[in-house]
Structure formats: C-alpha cells, structure tokens
T-cell receptor
Framework: RKEVEQDPGPFNVPEGATVAFNCTYSNSASQSFFWYRQDCRKEPKLLMSVYSSGNEDGRFTAQLNRASQYISLLIRDSKLSDSATYLCVVNPHTGNQFYFGTGTSLTVIP | ETGVTQSPTHLIKTRGQQVTLRCSSQSGHNTVSWYQQALGQGPQFIFQYYREEENGRGNFPPRFSGLQFPNYSSELNVNALELDDSALYLC???????????FGPGTRLTVT
C-alpha cells in the first residue's frame, strides 16, 4: 500500500468554482502534513502546512482528519492561475522521510 | 534571502556513466533533502543530509550517494547510470526541526 494516495484527476473547473482535493495516508503515526503546488516542469512550491485545527490562507483551506487519516485542500473562487498539480505530503518524523502523493491535476477554465 | 539553487539545469548522460548534481541551500537552512521525480509521479525521497551526515534514506540503491559541506550545500552522486534514472532531481532545504521544505528548480537528467 502506498504511503500517500491522491486522486490524480484531472479536475477541470470553471473560474469562480470551489474545488476540494483529498489525500489519504497509511501511517497513523504521521506528524507533519503539507500541500505543495507544482506548475508544469517547475519545482514544487509550499502552499501551506496542515495543522490539526485546520488552517486557512485566503481562498485556501486545509483540514486534517487523524481518525480517518486524510487531509484535504479546499480552493474557493478558483482563478485561472490556480491551474497546477497539487501534491499532498506527509512526514511521519521517523527516518526524516517525506512522502509525496502523485499529485492532483487542476485546470481552471475561463 | 537567497533561495535554493541547483546545477546544472539539464544533463544528458550515457548508461553506465556517473553524474554529480549540486545544490545550494536557502540561507539559514541547515538540512538538505534530495528527491527523484519521474514524469507523472510525485517526488520520491532519496536521502537527507544534516551536519554533513546522511540523516535518513529512501528506497534507493547504494549507487545513489551524497555529500553535505560545511556551508550546507550538497551533492548527489549517481554511479552506473541506468535508463530508469532519467528524471527530474530536486533538492530541498529546510531548517532542522522545522519540517517545511523549499525546493530548488531541479536538474533534469536524461540517460540514453
């Protein structure tokens, strides 16, 4: 079983729509969680850390559900510039290894 | 503040050759991690360096090795290159204890 699993999409949504991505992880001892954004042929960029209490940054909201072992990312009022691949990342803090999902592709359509 | 830099940007090698990739960490960061990203996949953790020592390793064979220098910069060495080693190699730096990582632009390696 993979450490981190994401729906690869693609998600094609109109401008202004709300879209949500989920990501599940297998190691219940995982401690740190992140969402990264990766544009085509570019490096991943940190979008936000995910805290147990959930956190919001403008149009982006991240949630963590430890009981069900998933994290989510909600994007409100989608912009064309949100088109990218969104990577879920989990770090169990043992072995210093970060586990990335395969990414979810989002295209925002005018 | 200087971000993470990597060199070279692109590289073409022949199967069986050896390659060295370089990474300079973001200023203030003392930990460097290396990742391999194949097309259509998420980055796969190769290893991490802290205080010039390997501090965690993913599921990669010993022909993948690394170094970290006193200025926290790092090298990734790959011996006996195979066709499957063709990928984007990413370096990420962080400050020990803070798990937020920042990536460099990557080195795209093609093995023919």
């Amino acid at each position: 079983r993979k450490e981190v699993e994401q729906d690869p999409g693609p998600f094609n949504v109109p401008e202004g729509a709300t879209v949500a991505f989920n990501c599940t992880y297998s190691n219940s001892a995982s401690q740190s969680f992140f969402w990264y954004r990766q544009d085509c042929r570019k490096e991943p960029k940190l979008l936000m850390s995910v805290y147990s209490s959930g956190n919001e940054d403008g149009r982006f909201t991240a949630q963590l559900n430890r009981a069900s072992q998933y994290i989510s990312l909600l994007i409100r009022d989608s912009k064309l510039s949100d088109s990218a691949t969104y990577l879920c990342v989990v770090n169990p803090h043992t072995g210093n290894q970060f586990y990335f999902g395969t990414g979810t592709s989002l295209t925002v359509i005018p | 503040e200087t971000g993470v830099t990597q060199s070279p940007t692109h590289l073409i090698k022949t199967r069986g050759q050896q390659v060295t990739l370089r990474c300079s960490s973001q200023s203030g960061h003392n930990t460097v991690s290396w990742y391999q990203q194949a097309l259509g996949q998420g980055p796969q953790f190769i290893f991490q360096y802290y205080r010039e020592e390997e501090n965690g390793r993913g599921n990669f064979p010993p022909r993948f090795s690394g170094l970290q220098f006193p200025n926290y910069s790092s090298e990734l060495n790959v011996n006996a290159l195979e066709l499957d080693d063709s990928a984007l190699y990413l370096c990420a730096s962080s400050y020990r204890g803070n798990y937020e990582q920042y990536f460099g632009p990557g080195t795209r390696l093609t093995v023919t």
